[in-house]
């Protein structure tokens, strides 16, 4: 048996923006699948909004998942299918309809509405990593999870996509945590955490 994590004791406040650092091993992505509610295999304690979901049913779960938004490095968009049918299918998935009303909204936000009928290889990374947010915040989540949201674009990609959550964070009062090994991504968030070995080495907060 792998020991991913060890004697972990963290809170994250509602409404917060920190990021969880760490080299490849360190913990990261174990703590990540927690948090998301994608990985019941531990011992202890998770605590979503005041809610214990390890016990409770599939169907309990689910609704609570739907309120969590995930950004992943590889945009894990759908080729075939234009970007208005990608978000057409998450808003099945997320609020069990198409809500036109809602997506036109989230692509406004990440100035992508003229993106709408291109397919994802007509997009460039960047452009690709605006739709994936729009699609995570297409339910208005409690939590935004981004997984190394930058590591599969340029760097002026890297800014643009960084200001872009930085202004999701102003706006609106959503939990965002970002999941990174690079400290200049970390340090646009308001705390950062840091792993070792699956133990938290550091945790402080920026000024």
């Known amino acids: 048996m792998v020991e991913a994590l060890k004697n972990i004791n963290l809170e994250i406040n509602i409404g917060s923006y920190c ?6 091993g360190s913990g990261k992505s174990s703590l990540l699948k927690i948090i998301g509610l994608l990985d019941f295999d531990y011992e202890g304690t998770y605590v979503l909004f005041d809610n214990q979901l390890r016990s409770n049913k599939d169907t309990v779960v689910s609704k609570h998942r739907r309120k969590i938004g995930f950004v992943f490095q590889d945009f894990q968009l759908i080729n ?11 808003s099945v998935i997320k609020l069990g309809y198409v809500d036109k009303e809602r997506i036109s909204e989230v692509l406004e936000e990440v100035e992508m509405s003229s993106k709408a009928e291109s397919y994802p290889d007509e997009l460039s990374g960047g452009q690709k990593q605006r739709i994936s947010i729009a699609r995570a915040m297409l339910a208005k989540p409690d939590l ?3 997984d190394e949201p930058t590591g599969a674009i340029d ?9 872009l959550i930085d202004k999701l964070h102003k706006n609106t009062n959503t939990t965002i ?3 990174t090994h690079d400290m200049d991504v970390a340090q646009r968030a308001d ?3 840091e792993l070792r070995d ?5 945790d402080r907060v920026l000024l």
């Not at 075939?80 to 998450?90: G, I, M, P, S, W």
């Open 19 to 24: 990021s969880i650092v760490g080299k490849s």
């Open 144 to 146: 935004l999870i981004a």
């Open 155 to 163: 760097e002026e990609n890297t800014e643009n996509i960084l200001e």
């Open 191 to 193: 705390r950062i955490i």
């Open 198 to 202: 699956g133990v938290i080495s550091n």
């Open 177 to 179: 945590i970002i999941v």
């Open 80 to 90: 075939r299918y234009t970007v208005q049918k990608n978000l057409e299918t998450a």
